[in-house]
């Protein structure tokens, strides 16, 4: 092997460790920390690997934060029902944009940049005494709608993206058999187009489970949030008791990471596939 090669090969895996490092490093003091009593969370030298584990930090947050159990089920069907949303209207959009062309569709598709691009708090302002007059506030509709309504943008450029790898000879073999627009998409683009649809859903998910604006000015008590408990915790008159605090957060991070890793499975597995047919 020549040395420049092994130069290339030697920087691939000290950039992949550092990645690692960057991300798994904080992700494993949160978990690990939620097994720790505290005087050894903050024990100076820190006790890294060597400690006694214990599951006191979760029986405390079962007993003494029943709201935040509540905030993930909540967390969970808006997210879940957000990203359908999200995934339907970008597949069809995505669809639109990528198979016509005009001068409309180009202005909406600058539109949707150009509102993308404003921070949330100056559209979400705004909407609030709209959402409130029409009795929406603190329901799990108006986040699913936000949620879409925000993310949308980014799931149909990258649902575009993907049809627009994909053959127009394949729509017109539909149509020549007698396939309409609607019936070409869905039997013809979006089976080709899935790996798309995954990777929309698994950014829209990350988004909607971790969004914390939108869930703080529309909920209160019903549709109140994973992230809304956890800032409670944060903000607690009583001081913040960062064992219990770390246990919440490590249960937060675990229906997402579940996700997230079945969904890059088939991703993978989909663009894969993809690449190998001809």
Excluded: C
Aim: no cysteine; net charge positive.
């Amino acid at each position: 092997m020549k040395f420049s090669s092994i130069i290339a090969t030697g920087g691939r895996y000290f950039a992949l460790a550092m990645v690692l490092l960057w991300s798994g490093v904080p992700i494993y003091l949160v978990v690990s920390s939620s097994f720790k009593v505290s005087r050894d969370i903050f024990a100076v030298p820190p006790k890294l690997f060597v400690f006694s584990p214990t599951l006191d930090n979760y029986t405390r947050l079962l007993a003494e934060w029943p709201q935040f159990f509540s905030g993930l089920w909540n967390s969970l069907i808006i997210a879940g029902f957000a990203t359908v949303l999200t995934v339907i209207v970008s597949s069809t959009a995505g669809y639109v944009y990528s198979r016509h062309r005009g001068a409309l569709l180009t202005g909406s598709a600058f539109f949707m940049i150009i509102v993308r691009l404003f921070p949330p708090i100056v559209i979400t302002l705004p909407l609030f005494p709209w959402i409130n007059a029409v009795h929406l506030n603190d329901t799990h509709i108006v986040l699913i709608v936000l949620y879409a309504s925000f993310y949308v943008s980014l799931g149909t450029w990258i649902m575009k993206a993907f049809f627009d790898q994909v053959p127009r000879e394949l729509d017109e073999a539909a149509t020549m058999d007698g396939a309409n627009p609607f019936q070409a998409l869905v039997k013809i683009l979006l089976p080709l187009g899935a790996p798309g649809m995954i990777a929309t859903a698994v950014f829209i998910s990350i988004f909607a489970w971790n969004e914390f604006l939108f869930a703080f000015i529309f909920t209160s008590t019903n549709a109140r949030t994973a992230p809304m408990a956890l800032s409670e915790m944060m903000g607690s008159v009583t001081g913040v008791d960062w064992g219990v605090l770390f246990a919440a957060a490590s249960l937060h991070l675990v229906p997402v990471a579940i996700f997230v890793i079945a969904m890059q499975r088939f991703l993978i597995a989909g663009l894969t596939a993809g690449s190998v047919k001809g």
